[in-house]
Structure formats: structure tokens, C-alpha cells
């Protein structure tokens, strides 16, 4: 029974508030209900209206509708605290599982309403309470929990207030239409494998026969050569033609292979993955990775350690 109710309630919050990526706190978007203390203080006056009608003492009606007033300006004020306010999602930092990733937002207020104690909430996870009175837009970031590798969606965030005098609390929920990426967790020390991927980086690379680029020496002319690559000043000296020899270098750019890791195991080989990326990135090595279904040409450069972070994350993920 408790499970079905939640169940229809979890399905009307998300129709009633759907996820976007810019959400304004509207009167049908806030929900507020009188705090424990303003129970005790209904209560109060319930007997101190019996008490009036008991003894027919007018300022005893005086003191009841007084408090009452106070009650109701106080849910008044208290839902004009949140109404307004606009929530809009930045974007969600990456991070490695098993750390908190953090989601930036930006709140800002409509012009002459200063919004006081706002409480920014994940349940269970990380909490915040911001004033925007001076500034009219203010820029907050929440983190939370992660477990494992791939898109990390943001749970449902509780936005509320008990501002002015605490006998009152209003509250919305926001879902932000963004997603941010979780790595692999790195592997504290990494295989290291032979064969192409463990090759050192040299300056020059090696030398390519029949190249463009960097002068290689002289050879005796063959029929067939080019004039421009004839040697001329070698054919005023000697008499004799020679032909200009050029070669290229090919560069020995380390490659992060998934099929030189002998461990088995999907999870395992991307966090042995993660750290040689961490490792090349650290060192400024050029390097390049493949793995199932991915090649990425060798590089380096914190562009190009997050695009092979992003292709270990989301190997095997669903794009949902």
C-alpha cells in the first residue's frame, strides 16, 4: 500500500514538475504546510479561542485572531520567499567513480524580492542554504555520490525555505535536464604491457624511405629522377649527377591497447586504461587509444585526455 502511494505520488511530482534545464518557481510549482511549531501554536489558539468563548473576555478574541493574522502573513511571506526564483543548470563536472561529482547552478531572483535562508537539498547527500539579497543571481554547486563508471544523472533537488519566522515551510522540487560523465576509477598501479604500447617516445621517431620532408644524403642519379631532386651543385663539382635523398620520420606514439592487458574482466581493463591515460597526461607523451568499437589518434593535451577519460566512461553505456 505504502509503495503504491508512492508510486502515484513520485508519478504526479514528475508530471506536475518536469525535468528542464531552466526551472521558475511558480505558484502551482510550490508546496507549503505550517511547521511543527505553528501546529503547537493552531492548537494554542484553539484553546485560547474556547477560553474566550468561556469567559466572553474580548481580548482574549483580540489575542486569538492577532495570532492567527500572524500565522497566515507568515505562510504568505513565507511561499513569496521561493516564488520567483529561477534555477538553472550550469553543467555537472566530471569526476572518477567512486568520488562526488558536482553540479553548478545558477539562481537568480526577480528585481526588488531579496530571497533570504534558501536550502538547496539532495536527500541524503550534500545540502546548502544561500541568501540573494544583494546580488541578483548567485552561482551554487552541490555534489553527490557516484559509484560506478557512465552518465550520472542529477536526482530530484529539494529547493526550500522557512524564512521569515520558521512557522511555515515551502518547498519545490527541480529536476535539471543535464547529465555529466563519470570515469573509470583508476587502478592504483597499472600493467604495463610490452610490445607496441610500452615502446619509449623518441625525439626523431624512425626514418621513412622515399620521404618529403627533412634532406636524407645523395645517391647516384637513375633514369627517371627528377630534375628537382638533381644534386646541382654535386654536378658542378664533379661532373657526375646525383639525385637528393629526402625521408620522413614516423612518430613512436605510445597506444593504450585493450588487447595487450592479459587481465580479464571489462571493468578491470578500463581502470588499468584510466591510469596509463593519467600517467601519459602527466608525463606529456603523445599517445592513442583503442578499444572496442573506439580508435583515437594519438595525441596529448587535457582535450585529448578527456575525449579517451569520456571513451573509457561510456564504453558499453546506452546513450539515454
Given amino acids: 500500500m505504502v509503495e503504491a502511494l508512492r508510486g502515484h505520488w513520485e508519478s504526479w511530482v514528475q508530471q506536475r514538475l518536469p525535468a528542464s534545464r531552466v526551472t521558475t518557481l511558480t505558484q ?6 505550517p511547521s511543527k511549531t505553528a501546529v503547537g501554536l493552531l492548537v494554542l489558539i484553539a484553546l485560547l479561542f474556547l477560553l474566550g468563548i468561556n469567559f466572553q473576555n ?8 492577532w495570532l492567527l493574522s500572524l500565522l497566515l502573513l507568515t505562510i ?48 541524503g547527500e ?12 548567485l552561482r551554487v554547486k552541490l555534489s553527490h555520490s557516484t559509484t560506478g563508471r557512465g552518465y550520472f544523472k542529477p536526482p530530484r533537488l529539494r529547493v526550500a525555505t522557512h524564512f521569515p519566522t520558521g512557522l511555515a515551510v515551502a518547498w519545490s522540487y527541480v529536476t535539471v535536464d543535464v547529465r555529466g560523465v563519470v570515469y ?16 619509449e617516445n623518441v625525439e626523431d621517431g624512425r626514418e621513412i624511405a622515399g620521404g618529403s620532408n627533412d ?14 631532386r638533381i644534386h646541382w651543385a654535386k654536378y658542378a663539382q664533379t661532373g657526375k649527377l646525383y639525385t637528393k635523398t629526402f625521408v620522413d620520420y614516423a612518430s613512436h606514439a605510445l597506444w593504450l591497447e585493450w588487447d ?30 583503442r578499444i572496442p568499437g573506439t580508435l583515437i589518434e594519438p595525441g596529448k593535451g587535457e582535450a585529448h585526455k578527456a575525449r579517451c577519460l569520456q571513451a573509457l566512461a561510456l564504453f558499453g553505456v546506452q546513450d539515454a
Fill in 58 to 65: 474580548s481580548l482574549v478574541y483580540i489575542i486569538c485572531f
Fill in 260 to 289: 595487450e592487458l592479459p587481465m580479464p574482466g571489462i571493468e578491470v581493463r578500463l581502470s588499468h586504461l584510466c591510469r596509463k591515460v593519467l600517467e601519459f597526461h602527466q608525463e606529456q607523451r603523445e599517445y592513442g587509444l
Fill in 184 to 199: 573509470p576509477a583508476p587502478i592504483e598501479k597499472a600493467f604495463q604491457p610490452s610490445g607496441n604500447a610500452q615502446r
Fill in 28 to 33: 502551482r510549482k510550490i508546496f507549503i504546510v
Fill in 215 to 228: 634532406f636524407g644524403g645523395i645517391r647516384d642519379y637513375q633514369q627517371g629522377d627528377g630534375s628537382k
Fill in 76 to 123: 504568505f511571506y513565507t511561499w513569496r520567499n521561493l516564488a520567483g526564483l529561477t534555477i538553472t543548470a550550469l553543467g555537472v563536472e566530471p569526476c572518477f567513480a567512486g568520488e562526488k561529482v558536482v553540479l553548478e547552478m545558477e539562481l537568480t531572483r526577480p528585481a526588488h524580492q531579496p530571497k533570504y535562508a534558501l536550502e538547496l537539498a539532495w536527500e
Fill in 126 to 137: 550534500d545540502q546548502v542554504q544561500v541568501d540573494l539579497v544583494t546580488a541578483q543571481t
